[in-house]
Nanobody, 122 residues
Framework: QVQLVESGGGLVQPGGSLRLSCAAS????????MGWYRQAPGKQRELVAA???????NYVDSVKGRFTISRDNAKNTVSLQMNSLKPEDTAVYYC????????????????WGQGTQVTVSS
């Protein structure tokens, strides 16, 4: 299985920046796509950014130009640099990964981190 641990959340003023990081560990064979989701109170969880194993990123429209996702395959980490933060960015952010396990290489499983709170407020 895969364990995902997020870090970097906190309180920041509007216009500020935060950098979220997620480290993967476990007995997986390979990690394929990785990404960040967020969920605000009363709202559904949404995909914020994702990145393939080859480094191809994509973003939800609301964060384009402000957020940057990156990954280090050697270190099994994915990061989300968040700039020009807005109050509407306030949410719990979850790291997500799709992995193939050694016991079943043809199957892909989805894993989630525990979440880290991001609060944007003055």
């Amino acid at each position: 299985q895969v364990q995902l641990v997020e870090s970097g959340g906190g309180l920041v003023q509007p216009g500020g920046s935060l950098r979220l990081s997620c480290a993967a560990s476990g007995s997986y064979f390979s990690i394929n796509a990785m990404g960040w989701y967020r969920q605000a109170p009363g709202k559904q969880r949404e995909l914020v950014a994702a990145i393939t194993s080859g480094g191809n990123p994509n973003y939800v429209d609301s964060v384009k130009g402000r957020f940057t996702i990156s990954r280090d395959n050697a270190k099994n980490t994915v990061s989300l640099q968040m700039n020009s933060l807005k109050p509407e960015d306030t949410a719990v952010y979850y790291c997500n990964a799709k992995a193939s396990l050694r016991g079943s290489l043809l199957l892909e499983y989805v894993y989630w981190g525990q979440g880290t709170q991001v609060t944007v407020s003055s």
